[in-house]
């Protein structure tokens, strides 16, 4: 069957709210400095209500890199729950316009579209400070054979696991992936992500993910081994592809009799390190549904990380391919 | 009576949904580039579906005004309608985020808040689509001496003409300065509001204005005039103060004993004209509000009007005084 849809991504759609700060507001909020933190509805508010004025875009890991995969030219598809709110039309609003499909209606009833609150320090790192508001009801009868449809990949989350139906729901993604033929994706999302699920993202892979994306310290985290080259020696015999992003470290890619090792692209101004992994997933998948050698998967990965490390905000721009 | 707010700002309330687009996407929607063009719910609807992806930030020229004055170090209160919902939430937010003293409750009832779709073009000029919402709800009874209270100077919108209680709100705004000793400044908007309300703004200046803040066009056009020098001849005799900001030209003030001539910052990286006048009026009337001399007035309003243009976005940026 031909793939009307390269990629399909099931995320938490959030709207992000970003501002700057200085390190002793990170501090003040008791949030842990270049994670994301899950934060209830009452300590969203405290947070706003401390914040310095904010700009708002649509965000969420895997929603990014499908953004990003549709503004490489790719087809994408989107499955996300967001309320029927204003974020919720900002967050649907900017995906439809890029020509991602989007899979689900928004919500009428429930909690609020989820937000992100994104605190940028001058050091160009980000706290994300997230209420997952209307993600959290996201569920299994929400990933059908009809909002998945047959795409050449399915593309998971590990935050999806924070929500309550988040283990059955992937389970079923799984399942539907393999039912059509479609190739499955994790993106491991952060290294508290992964100790929080860690036993969960083996048994996925182990039923059915064919790539997994990881940034080195995720890796090392789900491999519970001393540091990177550990972890690439534990995957040594594995059939799964391992794609690994180390900032400025560059990229890995192992599995299969695949070995790819990708410097990174030096940068002396970088703004906003928000979305970078999420960039580079863009790139390397955008190339790997056109079949590219895994090289040039990583080449373009790179460059789109290079560039959305250089502006506010996580999403690459339309048209860099022109650039390329 | 001491002034504990400097400055009260009335005017309409809007969050600025800002996007880059080409000149034919301007041509495509027919709206007249550079200028505010007024838009209703459906026609918002059509421009926001054909519109790429955005971001969202709160806008309004004379709010931009008030929150630039605010992040100056000045004391800020601010009259403006939003409704009870998330664009509502986010633009008292980034108002009382920053001190800016929100004399209105938002709004239960009504349309939702005003938004404005900035469009961006290649040359870096603006071309808004305004859906005013909630701002058209704006009424006299808002304007008390309790939501106005004792500033030194309340600042009024043109655009607040464009609303029907608009004409009398002003009204009862300038008798409420009177009463109680406050200047009254007014902010023509553009020139096309100029053109919809030009006797209406000669009536309010007679009425009681003291400061006049407008563009080349605007003055001109108020004036009814062939070109600038004609305006600043017209203006020889005035008790008023005219604030005239010319562009790459500079600015020009005029009133009373006064002729104050600035010339402009050479920029070279020009990324979005929007709010270049709005943070100019926070700058100069910054420097009014501590009894500064006018050339003063003008050299700051130069700066922060320079320093707005060279990012995305209308409002200048908190701290911007310490590298002055």
């Known amino acids: 069957m031909p793939h009307s849809t390269q990629i399909l991504g099931i995320s938490n759609a959030i709207v992000d709210i970003l501002a700057h700060v200085d390190d002793a507001f990170i501090d003040a909020i008791g949030a842990t400095k270049g994670a994301m ?41 989107y499955i996300g729950h967001v309320h029927d709110d204003q974020l919720g039309e900002i967050f649907n609003h900017d995906m439809r316009s890029i020509g991602v499909d989007i899979r689900l209606e928004p919500s009428a009833d429930g909690s609020p579209t989820a937000r992100s609150y994104i605190l940028i320090t001058p050091d160009a ?90 940034d080195e310290n995720e890796i090392i985290d789900l491999l519970e081994v001393d540091g990177f080259d550990a972890a690439v020696a534990a995957l040594d015999a594995t059939d799964t592809l391992y794609v690994m992003t180390r900032s400025e470290k560059g990229s890995v890619i192992v599995g299969g009799d695949e070995h790819v090792v990708q410097p990174a692209t030096r940068v002396d101004n970088v703004v906003d ?24 998967c990583t080449k373009l990965g790179t460059h789109c990380a290079t560039q959305v490390i250089q502006q506010v905000g996580a999403r690459i721009e339309p048209g860099l391919l022109d650039s390329y």
């Not at 899950?38 to 890199?65: F, H, K, Q």
């Not at 390190?273 to 079949?291: E, I, N, R, S, V």
């Open 273 to 296: 390190t928000t979305g970078a992994g999420d960039a580079y997933t863009a790139g390397f998948l955008y190339g790997w549904a056109q079949d590219w050698p895994l090289a040039e």
């Open 125 to 214: 790192q980000r706290t994300m400070n997230t209420y997952l508001g209307s993600c959290t009801e996201l569920g299994t009868a929400d990933v059908t054979h009809a909002t998945v449809g047959t795409p050449k990949l399915v593309l998971l989350e590990g935050y999806v696991w924070d929500i309550a139906e988040g283990p059955a729901l992937t389970r079923r993604a799984i399942e539907i992936a393999r039912d059509t033929g479609a190739k499955v994706a994790l993106s491991l999302s952060d290294r508290y992500c992964v100790q929080r699920h860690r036993a969960a993202f083996a048994d996925a892979i182990r039923a059915g993910v064919d790539i997994v994306i990881a």
């Open 37 to 77: 933190n899950l934060i209830d509805e009452t300590r969203a508010r405290e947070i706003y209500e401390r914040m310095g004025p904010a700009t708002e875009m649509s965000g969420g890991s895997v929603a990014n890199t499908v953004a990003g995969f549709a503004n490489l030219g790719g087809a994408a598809a």
